[in-house]
């Protein structure tokens, strides 16, 4: 089981979070921090996995992440799952992320936390994994995608051209996290 | 411009979406608190309007605030509006806000039921994915319990997409619903092999994650996934098989030697590293599950151990960790392996990486021997030297200790070096570890008898040095090494070569710095000293230099008594009386001087022995004893606040039973001192320290001057061996010990390999059993009487709602055993709803009544009581299985529009009796299956076998009702067998048409067998002749309610009888809140429904209108049925009358006499005679009586009836009968009957059986009111 997966970027900002077992708000602020204490502190040359936290889980829970630019992406599991099975399936997400959002930085996330959690959803569900298959993850995201854009029909138009405008406030998208040539983990590939 | 138009025309599109939100917030960094008030005053506002589209937007932006730690519950019913929206962009924002701020205690969620439903239903697959998805992370009891059905009918739905999620979220359903596993198993069994990988991904999934919790129960698809994984070629679906055969190997050994091959073979030839580190682990697991059974198995844990050298010995980080993970699971059966790469794992010590740096040191502990302990400590120690971060080392420390202490100083050779590798691990900064030290050094020092003088004498040296430790007086600090050696100093101190130096360093005023308990211990063992100090001097005759010491404890105890700490105050205060009293006598010189050295030392006699850990635990309770019971009237609340506070645990608990009883010694006779005796001493002591050196110097003094100053006072201390030097504590001395040690063993290998060399062995252990432990460990642990009696059972703190999840799912479904299908929620009348629930409920009900247009014919009672009693109502017959509307629940249909009772249904799986067989099947296959590879498991498989074949081979006595009770048995049973063929072909087809077909069955039921119940077989053939007969007999009865009873079994289930009481309502008013409840034997236990505790009463699942009655049935486990049984039981019940309820209850007894075990099975003639000859019944009875019918026929007609007998020949005047009890004793019966007297003759194979029918039978024949 997976208890919870959190992404947050190198100053420790939450850009997602998605917790599989109910804690309070607060608790959940918490366990960020924590997670992100223990995370940023090592080098990016050492291992992916810590041992849990003492907020979250316990010894039988495992903390497996990916650093990626300015984003972390942090999965809590349990011994049920693989570890290196788990870090693939953060490359699984990692790379649905950047097929759907086209080259993805940490803006997409930022602005489009809802997509995230979207895309998320068709990985994993209620902490189990539900898909690692990224072509048929992504066609479930498309066909979803497609039907929002056809419910909102002509109504939305006019809110689109609004955001269009609005965008346009922002002198330029700039993409500062521009995902890098994922590490090739080849050997460990299904 | 374009901007005001649009803006103009459609205000609501310029209301900020969440990316303005976000930007907003990132805009105000410097008040993002003031800010987001703001927003959340917006969105509130945006939450109060009509439309669903701002509604959404405002929930979507309460979902990122809720990311950024914001409390959202309060908009729950906001965010249920926006997810009951028809639009999928809506529902979807809806849900997600849902899954990640719902959460049990929202209370709206019961709210949801209908809608989920709706959405699970619905045409678009989206929508319930949205919905499947959203549930998975919210799913309460209640919700799984309603939805269960839905979610059953989506695992055959006929999208994959849908299959998927609905598998995947059954196992959040029986998480919170355990009832729905039995039922919903088969489904997930069958998508094992779902032509989708997804699906089958997922059931994979769901059942490794039961399996995980509760591996035994999921043995019997070992086969299942045994296929799976030689045909799969999904990694994920592979590596959970793997994994979950890893969990399964330790309950079944036959399994592991089964799957080594595969697993081999996978570890050769796979290229996936995370599937080969998997089946690494799992072969790991059936290595230590078998460790002899296999012949190669060496070669086996060589190919494992090889491969993880590669794994640790990559770049990879991850890889080095994993291999190392895996490498401790092989050190815990096969050390001698893992020994060989020690030179790798040392190496992983120094790994920049932390993680890795601390499963190298879990690999530590199994890889020491007596050789090397020494040296892997030694290097522990540098680390822990050059280890920044006192997490790492405190990390460090603990594992030496652990190292070192593992199986009672197992490795430990040299016990002076141990005792110095705990004095230098005192040096360490800043450890929380203090307490850890200090308990190793009492338990070496009391264990190790031998090592006690070295001990002591560290112990002396750490005190002179206090001052450098208690600087960190902070809990469980350092410091806490100062407990232990006062402790040993005092508890010891004939080791001491200078008690009175030691007495001086304890008394330094700095000493009460430390904390409250050290202090204690210190006062304690400050008078201990002085005692021994006395004594010495006693044996000496020099009795100045102990009055100056008595003197100084004077002067300087009284420090002590100010302390905050009470614990120190009051030992203070006796000590310092104590000391008084002493200095008192030794004024008065002769007989009582000396002998006040004798009284002093007695005071401390004896040897503290160590306790077991769990000596506590194990002290038996005296009986009669009840530790619950209070001795007095529970204290009022505010005395808890005096409560000494928790940190101060172990050790001061432990100081507080000696002191109290030290205290008490001292204090009888101690007597009071007068104010004039105090003055005097006064004056006596100034005198004294005038005339003493010590007190000019006082505490500043070291160690070394001191000796010397002693050497001044005399004979006190002439036995001082100035040639041993005191030992300052140091690196040095653990050094010196290995080097000698090392020195020791250069010189024994050189002997040992030139022996070697002529015999050519290289047996490493043979040299490690060489090395002689210096010092004797002392394994005797105090334990208390009578513990050997109780069992070492450790207390299992596993999560209860897995426990839950232990379920057996070999057993055959019983037909009672169906999910609960939706049903309109009905409100007892009786219970009001509570006000504020109102307007709620009427929502719901709106919701409700719509629905249930269209559910009509679908409507059921799912209750969950209802559904409870049927279930134990209808334990699994197969036969019965097989016609479910026959066995319909006997409830009379109560008039009256006010009863929650709706008509009850049945919707059986349709796979009830198919199911029932095909598991059965499943048992054998899989015995089968393992027993492939044993030879000598026909033996295991034929037992097994054999009830399947009973079952088809046995002649299935119908369970009819009315007219067709004459149907040709065998015949009939034919027909069935056939049926049941058939229906398991079919099985696949049915269960998709099952909605349907039960539907049908639900009306037909409902109408037409209303009351029926299953009716004894005995019943059935014997027409009803004489006097209407009815086994129904008195329970009990008083003036609100009446009992009637009758027991049912059947042949197939040796073990359950079912009790079926008739409750009347004899008042009128309504009667409710029945519930039955029995004393369980140790034969003889109700069943109670899941979960509850062997004396829950069990709820009788109806109320009772004025008047009316109806029947419960209640099962029984039945061990033996050899006796009968009487039980005792209570039935408790309130009666609801105008002016308010009466809680009463009736008492009853029960008795289950051997008839009724029997059954009446048909048995022909010439079965009758083979098995009468076939001298199996070797018990013969004889009874005789006059019956009160004075026909033959009556009374055959009696015991036929009564006692569950079948008339196999009858001829003039004599009849043969044949009974059959569940548990398979065969009875049979000559009854004879002449001149009104009936004499039977039984034979039996069991006796006691036999003769107690055979009483029974004559009860029923004499007796007129049963």
């Known amino acids: ?190 | 411009m374009a901007l005001s138009k649009v803006k103009g025309t459609l205000e609501r599109v310029l209301d900020k979406n969440l990316q303005d939100l976000v930007r907003g917030i990132r805009n105000h960094k410097e008040n993002e608190t003031k800010y987001v008030a703001e927003c959340l005053d917006e969105i509130k506002n945006e939450l109060r309007q009509e439309n669903v589209a701002v509604k959404a937007i405002a929930v979507n932006k309460l979902t990122y605030l809720q990311m950024l730690g914001y409390d959202i519950s309060w908009a729950a019913f906001n965010v249920i509006e926006v997810m009951s929206s028809p639009k999928f962009t809506f529902k979807r924002i809806g849900y997600l806000s849902a899954s990640q701020s719902f959460h049990e205690g929202t209370d709206v969620l019961m709210l949801t039921t209908n809608m989920i439903r709706k959405d699970l239903g619905s045409q678009n697959l989206y929508d319930a994915g949205v919905a499947l998805n959203g549930l998975s992370c919210f799913i309460t009891a209640d919700l799984a319990r309603d939805l269960a059905n839905d979610i059953m009918t989506l695992m055959t739905s006929t999208k994959p997409y849908l299959r998927k999620k609905a598998v995947l979220i059954m196992y959040k359903v029986f998480l919170q619903f355990p009832e729905a596993l039995r039922p919903a198993f088969p489904r997930l069994k069958e998508k094992l092999e779902d032509p989708d990988p997804g699906v089958q991904s997922a059931a994979v999934n769901v059942i490794c994650e039961l399996a995980r919790k509760n591996p035994r129960n999921y043995l019997a698809l070992a086969p299942l996934f045994f296929k799976l994984m030689t045909s799969s070629t999904n990694n994920w679906v592979l590596i959970k098989i793997i994994k979950l055969f890893g969990a399964l190997t330790p309950l079944e050994p036959r399994l592991g030697k089964k799957l080594i091959e595969p697993l081999t073979n996978l570890i050769h030839s796979t290229s996936a590293m995370s599937l080969l580190y998997e089946c690494i682990n799992t072969v790991i697991a059936v290595l230590i599950s078998v460790s002899t059974g296999i012949p190669n198995h060496t070669a086996s844990i060589q190919l494992c151990v090889q491969k993880l050298r590669i794994l640790i010995e990559d770049s990879d980080q991850n890889l080095k960790y994993l291999g190392l993970l895996a490498m401790s699971k092989i050190l815990q059966t096969h050390p001698k392996s893992v020994q060989t790469h020690k030179d790798l794992i040392l190496q992983c010590l120094d790994d920049k990486d932390e993680s890795i740096r601390f499963r190298a040191l879990d690999l530590l502990y199994g890889m020491v021997s007596k050789k090397n302990l020494m040296e892997i400590v030694k290097k522990l120690m540098v680390h822990m030297d050059k280890a920044e971060g006192t997490n790492y080392r405190d990390e460090l420390l603990a594992k030496i200790i652990e190292i070192c202490s593992q199986s009672n100083y197992q490795y430990v050779t040299n016990f002076e070096w141990y005792v110095s590798v705990l004095v230098e691990l005192t040096r360490m900064e800043g450890t929380r570890h203090g307490r850890l030290i200090a308990a190793q050094m009492l338990d070496v020092a009391i264990r190790v008898q031998a090592i006690r003088p070295f001990a002591v004498a560290q112990m002396a040296v750490l005190l002179e040095n206090a001052h450098v430790l208690s600087n960190n007086s902070q809990r469980n600090g350092i410091c806490e090494v100062l407990y232990a050696a006062a402790w040993l100093c005092g508890e010891f101190p004939d080791h001491l070569t200078d008690p009175k130096g030691v007495l001086e360093a304890m008394l330094k005023p700095k000493i009460t710095l430390l904390p409250g308990h050290i202090q204690s211990v210190y006062v304690q063992n400050i008078i201990k000293l002085y005692a021994n100090i006395i004594k010495r001097a006693e044996g000496q005759n020099g009795l100045a230099g102990v009055r100056e010491v008595g003197e100084m404890l004077q002067e300087k105890l009284p420090i002590f008594i100010q302390s905050a700490d009470l614990e120190v105050q009051e030992r203070a205060c006796c000590m310092v009386q104590l000391v008084k009293y002493v200095l008192k006598s030794q004024d008065k010189d002769g007989d009582t001087a000396a002998a006040i050295a004798e009284e002093l030392a007695a005071l401390f006699a004896g040897d503290l022995n160590p306790v077991a850990p769990k000596a506590q635990k194990k002290v038996p309770v005296p009986e009669g004893l009840d530790l619950d019971a209070w001795i007095n009237d529970p204290p009022s609340e505010s005395s808890e606040d005096e409560d000494r506070p928790v940190g101060s645990s172990i050790f001061v608990t432990k100081d507080n039973n000696e002191g109290s009883f030290y205290h008490e010694a001292a204090k009888a006779k101690v007597p009071d001192m007068t104010p004039e005796e105090r003055t005097k001493a006064k004056e006596q002591r100034r005198v004294d320290q005038a005339h003493n050196p010590n007190y000019l110097k006082g505490d500043v003094k070291k160690s070394a001057s001191n000796t010397s100053a002693d050497g001044n006072l005399g004979n006190s201390v002439v036995e001082l061996d100035l040639s041993i030097p005191l030992r300052v504590p140091g690196l040095s001395s653990s050094d010196q010990y290995m080097k000698m040690e090392q020195s020791l063993r250069t010189k024994k290998a050189g002997k040992k390999k030139r022996k070697k060399r002529k015999k050519g062995g290289n047996d490493e252990s043979d040299e490690e059993e060489d090395i002689p432990q210096i010092h004797q460990v002392s394994t005797v642990e105090e334990v208390p009487e009578g513990a050997e009696a109780m069992s070492d059972k450790e207390e299992d703190g596993g999560d209860e709602r897995y426990k839950k999840l232990d379920i057996d799912l070999d057993e055959p479904l019983r037909p009672g055993e169906i999910l609960p299908v939706r049903t309109h929620r009905i409100v007892p009348d009786h219970k009001l709803p509570e006000p504020e629930e109102e307007p709620k409920e009427k929502k719901k009900h709106k919701k409700k009544e719509k629905e249930s247009k269209k559910d009509k014919k679908k409507s059921r009672d799912s209750r969950k009581e209802e559904r409870e009693k049927r279930k134990r109502k209808k334990q699994s017959i197969p036969g019965e299985a097989d016609e479910p509307s026959l066995l319909k629940e006997d409830h009379e249909e109560i008039a009256g529009d006010n009863t929650p009772l709706s008509s009850p249904r049945d919707k059986d799986m349709p796979s009830g009796g198919a199911t029932a067989t095909n598991s059965t099947d499943k048992m054998n296959d899989y015995e089968f299956w393992m027993s492939s590879t044993d030879a000598q498991s026909p033996s295991h498989s034929e037992p097994q076998g054999k009830p399947t074949t009973e079952v088809k081979v046995t002649p299935v006595q119908d369970i009819t009702s009315g007219d067709e009770a004459k149907v040709d048995t065998t015949a009939h049973s034919k027909k069935k067998k056939k049926e049941k063929k058939e229906r398991r072909e079919k099985k696949e087809k049915k269960s998709k048409k099952s909605k349907l077909k039960a539907g049908d069955y639900e009306e037909a039921g409902g109408i037409t067998t209303p009351s029926q119940e299953v009716v004894d077989p005995s019943q059935l053939e014997t027409p009803v002749t004489a006097k209407p007969m009815s086994s129904y007999r008195l329970l009990a009865e008083n003036a609100s309610i009446k009992m009637m009873y009758e027991t049912r079994v059947s042949p197939q289930r040796g073990d359950q009888l079912i009790l079926s009481v008739v409750f009347t309502n004899l008042t009128p008013h309504l009667v409710n809140n029945l519930e039955f409840n029995v004393m369980d034997t140790l034969n003889t236990k109700l069943s109670r429904g899941m979960g509850q505790a062997s004396h829950d009463a069990v709820q009788v699942p109806f109320v009772l209108p004025a008047g009316l009655s109806n029947e419960g049935q209640f099962a029984f486990s039945v061990d033996s049925l050899v006796q009968p049984t009487k039980l005792r039981g209570t039935l408790t019940y309130m009666v609801k009358m105008a002016e308010g309820s009466t809680h009463e209850k009736v008492d009853f007894r029960l008795t289950f006499n051997c008839s009724s075990f029997m059954s009446a099975l048909p048995c022909k003639s010439s079965e009758f005679a083979s098995l009468l000859s076939s001298g199996d019944l070797t018990e013969k009875s004889t009874m005789k009586c006059t019956p009160l019918e004075n026909s033959f026929d009556v009374s055959l007609l009696r015991i036929c009836f009564y006692n569950h007998f079948k008339v196999v020949e009858k001829v003039e005047g004599s009849a043969s009968l044949y009974g059959r009890s569940i548990q398979g004793h065969h009875l049979c019966l000559l009854v004879k009957y002449n001149n009104g007297e009936i004499t039977v003759d039984g034979k039996s194979a069991e006796g006691a059986l036999l003769s107690n029918v055979l009483a029974d039978i004559k009860t029923v024949l004499t007796s007129d009111v049963l």
């Open chain 1, 1 to 190: 089981m997976i208890k919870a997966i959190l992404v947050f970027n190198n100053h420790g900002k939450p850009r997602l979070s998605r917790f599989y077992q109910y804690y309070p708000e607060d608790m959940q602020q918490q366990i960020v921090r924590e997670t992100f204490h223990l995370v940023s502190k090592r080098d990016d040359n050492v291992c992916n996995f810590l041992e849990g936290g003492t907020l979250i889980g316990g010894s039988d829970f495992k903390i497996i992440y990916r650093h990626y630019a300015t984003l972390y992406f942090v999965f809590c599991v349990d011994s049920s799952e693989s570890e290196l099975g788990i870090l693939d399936l953060i490359q699984v997400f990692v790379e649905t992320l950047d097929k759907c959002f086209e080259n993805v930085c940490e803006l997409d996330l930022i602005f489009h936390v809802d997509k995230v959690h979207y895309i998320l959803a068709e990985l994993v569900m209620g902490g189990m994994v539900l898909e690692t298959n990224m072509t048929e993850i992504i066609t479930r995201i498309e066909e979803q995608n497609k039907l929002e854009k056809s419910e909102a029909g002509i109504a939305a138009a006019p809110a689109r051209a609004v955001s269009a405008l609005k965008e346009m406030n922002i002198p330029q998208k700039v993409k500062d996290m521009k995902l890098p040539d994922l590490p090739s983990i080849g050997n460990l590939k299904f």
